[in-house]
């Protein structure tokens, strides 16, 4: 068994492999243990349920990152896209934009 280290290592080490890896098994068995020689097979099978696990995790935040910006966006139509979303917002928000002045509150609550 490896330690806590190694497995969030593998860990991330997965999370950065493109998906190709992950529709092969073999590849994917090939490319950790290339990478983690120790690995045993129920380490890689501990380390994939982290993996998915993070993953969803993940994809949950994201959902709700975007039901929280879908009331916002009109306020970002017609902006330069090169620009960050805060620096409109704040930039907005000191002209006195209602909606601009919400999201920074409701941004900055979730902090």
């Known amino acids: 068994m490896i330690d806590a280290a190694t497995h969030n290592a593998i860990v991330f080490f997965m999370m950065d492999l493109d998906s190709s890896h992950f529709q092969d098994s073999s590849k994917l068995l090939e490319t950790v243990c290339a990478k983690f020689p120790k690995v ?61 002045i919400r999201f920074l509150a409701t941004f900055e609550a979730l902090e």
């Open 40 to 100: 045993t097979i129920k380490d890689l099978e501990r380390a994939y349920i982290d993996l998915r696990s993070r993953i969803d995790e993940q994809e949950r935040v994201d959902q709700i990152t975007a039901e929280l910006l879908e009331p916002f966006m009109p306020m970002f139509e017609g902006e330069d896209e090169s620009e960050g979303v805060f620096e409109i917002a704040k930039r907005k928000a000191s002209e006195g934009n209602d909606m601009a």
